[in-house]
């Protein structure tokens, strides 16, 4: 198993930054790959940033430029930089790490990102 917390999320004016990050533990050796989900009210969850363990990454078009995934594998957390913050990425954050197996599925528990206008 592995265990995921999640922090900094928060409330922020439109153009402003949030830095969120992601600490597992656990069975850590297992992942591959570890990511950001978000889900806005009445939406479905939708990958927002993702990163190997090799440091390849990818974005959603909606936050390319603006956000930046990367991780600390020495404390086995990933952060998620967001700048350029817009009501639009109001949503619950979800961090989620995946291994090889399909059941290595992980998620935590989600954090609010409210962005005012």
């Known amino acids: 198993q592995v265990q995921l917390v999640e922090s900094g999320g928060g409330l922020v004016q439109a153009g402003g930054s949030l830095r969120l990050s992601c600490a597992a533990s656990?069975?850590?050796?297992?992942?591959?790959?570890m990511g950001w989900y978000r889900q806005g009210s009445g939406k479905q969850r939708e990958l927002v940033a993702a990163i190997t363990t090799s440091g390849s990454t990818n974005y959603a078009d909606s936050v390319k430029g603006r956000f930046t995934i990367s991780r600390d594998s020495t404390k086995n957390t990933v952060y998620l930089q967001m700048n350029s913050l817009k009501p639009e990425d109001t949503a619950v954050y979800y961090c989620?790490?995946?291994?090889?197996?399909?059941?290595?599925?992980?998620w935590g528990q989600g954090t609010q990102v409210t962005v005012s206008s």
């Open positions: 656990g069975r850590v050796f297992s992942i591959n790959a």
């Open positions: 989620n790490a995946k291994g090889v197996l399909a059941r290595d599925d992980y």
